[in-house]
């Protein structure tokens, strides 16, 4: 399976970046196979899965070529938000909730979910892991690997940080319970009850869901669907509001998807050291991207350890082990503290799994299966949704990750739509849950981690006939 | 083993309840085995045992005796604190972090831990469970288990709620990282800034740390340190400071030892319940009773769901799985929201293989093997304190846990001590860091759950002239 998706996704790129054109015929299956010492069984295959998403058609006796048609695809939304720019205390965790319980239940179609399918994972080779490393437990690690965690999985992440060219010392790193206890750390280390937070708008709920919880205020910065936040806006807000962090995901951002081009990211950080503002990078889909390069994280560009990177593996490895990580640059002291004050560790045989799997290989053979899934559920989900939706709805089409943005033609409700779509047993995640001000009505995060079975292209057509009721 | 502990313990039991008494002869070696059906080997290592802990001595030609001198004894402490009944702000969190990470290193002879000895534990066993969990782990459980956690571990944690009477429900109780978290998030969910929360005098320090990270007020509340919090004095604090919520150690309270009588349990619980407060209870050491019968929780005594009563597998079973829970009774929402916006979830392998180690039994032979063992240990070092300490030192003698409290001479200076151990490798938990006055300057915690092996009976002796000296 590896080798047919690692070919069809290459090509895939190819195409995409225009390496190939529509029209343009590919190289033989033949030449393929010799250039490539592959199996014919295998160089079929991959143009199959590639005629399938649409890129290829081939022609009876001559090959296949670059579709002259490439799948119908819907616009993009390239409108950025509009907050009204100011600061404000929240009160959207009961929505949230109240929408994401809804989504918890594994009979409903899971748009609305937060998390990829489970069956994207090495779960069976992680296991034989973490089995190995329980029954080999020196039971003294129960001590020694208290906070900030076990030495061999924070060198391990910070070689990783060295492959992307950013020096991150193990001792700077704290392992968390997942990424979203490295984010709550984060914040704790670095506000007071009544500051303000600069995030995106929209942004991650949970986001959102930490800052009313710590009593702080909320400031929306102005954001574009596919390039993130707007720096002008957000000095701006910097300058109004003097708040003491901004939370962002600079890199697939959640809801939109949304990345922000690396001198954007260096200027943020220049931006922010000038005002001696904390940034606190939610950084948890950097492993999904599409493309060969990832998007370097606004860490790489920190000078003076202000930037609190946060991630885990729960996207990218092991969903359900709630192992994360903050590097935390010169707030490594306080989020060690406030976690030993916390939930004082975490848990030890979790922690030498993953270490156990990093060191013998293998990740980022994973990494590239997970990386193929994904662009080729996005691609399909595009497809369906182009098919299925009417014309004035609007789809991002973001280079990683697993969540589409909709813009739905004006005056539709997507809180509305969330509670019609429950009855038909799919979930959503409306506009909303994301926004200080419940703003976003049209707005609608769809989950593509899922593979695009009959039951969800079936569901896509249901929404799509409730959009256009609308 | 197991056998000749289990004899041992239950006739050091019976010596110490006054059904041997000093001088009796104990039934002779045949017929205990014919009566127990036991091996000579087996009875005699259980005789053997006791004489080491100088309960029992042996009469050559005549058999074995109640030690006639039972073991040298140091009196117990029998003050109860007299806190100022102020509330206060607190600023104890960075005197804690320094007492503590100075005792964090394995090469420490670890009088100031607040671990047992993880040799204690069945993490060979646990490891197998672990192991068996991981590999046939169904990839969806990494969705179904999200908070308020798995299923069958909440059930199996019922049932053992059950087995003592109390009625607690499954779907009250919600996973957490450890006992710890279960207790933060206890506070969060009852309290607001500014609030005032009462506790021990002295109580246990991350206790203290909680209520300073959370803005809220203490009010320390005299505690016997046999019997626990005076209930006149705790009705007083309530009366002129209208606490939120109470945070107590009922059984086998850190760093005392002290337990509650069942008796002051109940009114406990009914007197928080006319004044409408919510009882936070740690009850961490519950399993670890030396008497045959455990002392009830406050929770069982609770009648409209006040009690949040917390508890982990971190000390009895589990050192390092980082598995804890709340039974949150009327505040099971707001626990488990509070949960999914912290940490989300708590790592699922571990959950899985907890319930697993329980379904298929074992945990009782390994717990009365660890109360033992502990029992054991706390009578060796009562005897060795009392050989090396000098006059005027004072010890308790809880009935369960792994923590003596000394009460050292009048003059005394227990962080003087701290820190002159340190530079002999030995560390402690001085009185000062289990208050918001930083009292108890002459109080000491003392961990008895490692072996009393020479390095540490020679730590003691080392201990005993530094107070002498004093």
Known sequence: MTRYRALADELAHSIRTGVFRPGERLPSVRQTCAARRLSPATVFQAYYLLEEQGLVESRPRSGYYVASHPPARLPEP??????????????????VFEVQQSAMYRDLVPFGSAFPSPLLFPLPRLGRALAASAVELDPWCTVDDLTPGHAGLRRQISQRYLVDGIAVAADEIVITNGALEALNLSIAAV??????VLVESPCFYAALQTL?????RAVEVPTHPRDGVDLDALE?????HAPRACWLMPT??????????????????????????????????????????????????????????CSSFSKCLAPGYRIGW???????????????????????????AIARYLERGGYERHLRRLRAALATQQAQYLDAIARHFPEGVRVTRPQGGYFLWLELPPGSDALRLHRQALEHGISLAPGPIFSARREF??????????PLDERADAALRTLGVLVARA
């Open 191 to 196: 506000t007071r009850p009544g500051d303000a």
């Open 252 to 309: 697939f951002q959640n809801p939109l998807g949304a990345t922000m081009p690396e001198p954007a990211k260096r200027a943020l950080v220049e931006l922010l050291a000038v005002h001696d503002i904390a940034l606190i990078e939610d950084d948890v889909y950097a492993e999904l991207h599409f493309g060969r390069e990832r998007s370097l994280p606004a860490k790489a560009f920190d000078r003076d350890g202000r930037v609190l990177h």
């Open 236 to 240: 701006t807000a910097i300058k109004r």
């Open 78 to 95: 390239e409108t950025p938000s509009r907050p009204d720019g100011d600061s404000r205390t929240l009160d959207v965790s009961a929505l």
């Open 212 to 216: 009313e919880r710590n009593g702080l």
């Open 441 to 450: 009505g049209t707005g609608l995060r769809l989950n593509v981690g899922h």
């Open 326 to 352: 903050v590097a935390a640059g010169r707030h490594r002291q306080a989020i060690a503290r406030l976690k030993l004050t916390g939930t004082l560790n975490t848990n030890v045989p979790a922690q030498l």
